[in-house]
């Protein structure tokens, strides 16, 4: 799997610091560009994080 210049790759699962409101923390990136888009596993909500704040809300597991 290509990985990025921040270690990310389309399919990682990445852990947020603050559980979603469905209650599961764990997100599967489906796009990387300047924004990452993220898909929460267990409710299948989108959400779009720009690059430079990823990391403040998300790690990598
Ligand atoms: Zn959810």
Known sequence: ???D?????EGMI???RV???CGSNL???IYLGSDIVL???NCSTV???PRKKLF???RKI
Do not use: A, Q
């Not at 210049?5 to 790759?9: A, E, F, P, T, V």
């Open 1 to 3: 799997m290509l990985s």
């Open 5 to 9: 210049k921040d270690g990310l790759s």
């Open 14 to 16: 990445l852990k947020s």
């Open 19 to 21: 559980p979603h409101v």
């Open 27 to 29: 997100w599967t990136i």
């Open 39 to 41: 898909r929460c596993n």
């Open 47 to 49: 959400v779009m994080v």
């Open 56 to 58: 403040r809300k998300f």
